[in-house]
């Protein structure tokens, strides 16, 4: 082969390499390329996703935060019934008509009267005056002292009229323990010495002097039949009647009690009103930011400072935990108020303002308790709240105790 040819074929396959090449060039950057296109598509995707997610999670805890609702009355009839809700078809309950209470478990026991006119009568002492009594351990005293050290009185030190409970310790030690054997009406000096780190540093360690005066001791008032017409006309005009009385009332109330647990154990819901639920929890929210903002208003006014920073601060919780916890409160309360709800229509009966002013009263409340309560709550608030006592009326009405 000649010097040219060989200079030929030389320069072809630097030419082929270098097409070789440049197509393996192309073939990578095409790749690259292909590879960027969908790097870019699947970040594009990545992204997207993120953003729906991040709409979707803000969307949910939008949905999920409760809106407090100031309308007690809200998603309630006139009548106090839930508006839209047949009661009877929404929760089935047990046979209320045929409920059995062991007696053991509604009973208030003669020893329970006795517990509870001893009760009494501690809360209702009476200061005595008389002459002869003495100051026993563990009695309550009025009395009048004035304290001094160095043979001047010191601040604080001094009282015309305090009620003192012997053995309390809420004296510095010493004190009363010298009032014991006392005669009522007497006045004497106490000799005592007040503690090294006692919080008044001028006082600390020293000597001092009370001279003290017994105003009378607190006696218990003695529970007989001209007590009790004289204090409890409303309920009794004698012990006997009044032990009746306690035993009834208590019985009752413990009766109430067995029956509201009953239904709620033994109902089971069927259909849910969202809505209703959601009203019940804005309602709910709403109460308790009222409480909240009472009673920072009163920590303030008390206090001088704010007890608590924030309303989140002030039910323990974030905003967002408590709003799940009204999940389940809600639906409790939903439940109980289709359980009264029911009775009342499968009985027919009528729980109106006439029926509910009629049981406020028999309970103790003054004539215009209905009228305030409507006006705070609306009626349809109170008028269910009727419905609840009509319903239990019907039913512990029904029970068989045994």
């Known amino acids: 082969m000649s010097k040219k040819e060989n200079e030929t074929n030389e320069n072809m396959t630097k030419s082929q390499a270098k097409r070789e090449a440049r197509k393996k060039e192309v073939k990578v950057a095409k790749r690259k390329d292909l590879i960027g296109k969908i790097t870019g598509y699947v970040i594009a995707v990545l992204l ?81 005056t008389e002459e002869g009594l003495k100051v026993k351990d563990g009695d309550t005293v009025n009395i009048a002292y004035t304290g001094t050290v160095d043979g001047e009185e010191f601040e604080g030190g001094s009282s015309d009229s305090y009620d003192l409970t012997i053995g309390s310790g809420a004296f510095i030690e010493g004190f009363e323990e010298q009032l014991i054997d006392a005669d009522n009406l007497s006045t004497f000096n106490i000799n005592v010495t007040f503690p090294e780190d006692y919080n008044e540093e001028s006082l600390a360690g020293k ?137 009342v229509e499968k009985e027919g009966a009528v729980a109106d303002a006439a029926y509910y002013k009629d049981f406020l009263t028999k309970a103790g409340n003054d004539e215009n308790y209905y009228d305030n309560q409507v006006e705070l709550y609306g009626e349809p608030n109170v008028l269910q709240k009727a419905i609840k006592e009509k319903a239990l009326d019907i039913v512990c009405g029904l029970v068989k105790e045994q």
């Open 207 to 343: 000597d001092a002097v009370f001279n003290v005066t017994i105003n009378g001791i607190y006696v218990l008032p003695e529970f007989n039949d001209e007590y009790v017409a004289e204090h409890l006309s409303e309920n009794a005009s004698t012990v006997e009647e009044y032990r009746q009385y306690l035993k009834d009332t208590n019985h009752a109330s413990r009766l109430r009690t067995y029956v509201e647990n009953y239904l709620k154990e033994n109902s089971t819901v069927k259909n849910v009103d969202k809505k209703y639920i959601k009203t019940l929890k804005g309602v709910e929210k709403f109460e308790e930011k009222q409480n909240f903002d009472y009673t920072s208003m009163m920590y303030k006014q008390y206090l001088g400072y704010d007890y608590y920073t924030s309303f989140e601060d002030y039910i323990g919780m974030s905003e967002e935990e408590y709003d799940k916890s009204l999940i389940e409160k809600s639906q409790d309360a939903y439940k109980e108020k289709l359980i009264y709800q029911a009775i």
């Open 48 to 128: 997207v996703a993120l953003i729906g997610w991040l709409i979707g999670l803000f969307v949910v805890k939008a949905m999920n935060k409760v809106t407090p609702i100031e309308d007690f009355s809200a998603g309630l009839e006139a009548n106090g019934y839930i508006s839209g809700v047949n009661a009877s078809d929404s929760i089935e309950l047990p046979d209320y008509k045929n409920i059995t209470v062991p007696a053991s478990e509604v009973e208030y026991t003669d020893a329970e009267v006795d517990a509870s006119i001893e009760s009494y009568r501690n809360a209702n002492k009476e200061m005595s």
